[in-house]
């Protein structure tokens, strides 16, 4: 797994590329962490994202508890129908904003 | 059709078994899934449902992984026969342990295979098996 963050406008946008899994989920953990410092508003660029299972639902689902309880927002954008299915069969979808493209996810 | 319906024919007599033995340790799970897709492309199954049983064998084996003893090995024995594919993954554990069944790993795992068993009868090891059947989702 390959992981960058970059400011877009208002928010820190945290781009994942390759496998999310058990292997590492400490590792985008950490980049979420570093992303706060540069906004509260987090959008995940899920779009090179091949593989995620249950333990990215975690990290995911830490980041939304974080930003309620301090007043930010997270969402997700261009996930593949793999992820994005993980992310429907845990209710996750229904917390956590997917949108289809980046662009949208700016925009919302 | 004729081609397409030989091939079915032929795969339905097909009984392979395949084990794969690695060290316990997520670092692994990548290769797991990746031999859970080569062997599920041999019975035919649509991309959709190799998909799910990549996700549902990584969810069984990171959620025994939990328990295993380090040092140990997780064996995967995949059974395919014509419509189906079986998978037993197993650990080594210190005791009788067992799958915590509220969690999202479980939930995912249960809803991507059509059977989920916990095999914990024996101390000192822990078995999931899986089973997914090919079509199982839609009408014949």
Known sequence: ?????ERNGHFAVITVTGDLDATTTAQ???EVRAARTLSGDLIFDMAGMSFMDSAGIRVLLDAYHHARAHGGTVSVCAPRPSPRKVMELVGLAGHIPIHDTLQEALGG | MTDATDVTGDLAGIRDAVSVRLPAASAYLSVLRTATAGLAARLDFTLDEIEDLR??????????????VPGTDLTAEFELTGQEMSIRVEVSTVGIAEPKRDDFAWMVLTALADDVDAVS?????????LRKRRGAARPA
């Open chain 1, 1 to 5: 797994m390959h992981v960058l963050t």
């Open chain 1, 28 to 30: 985008l953990q950490d």
């Open chain 2, 55 to 68: 996700i549902a064998v990584d969810e069984a084996c990171a959620m025994l992984l939990r328990q295993a």
């Open chain 2, 121 to 129: 009868d024996s101390p000192d090891h822990m078995a999931i098996v």
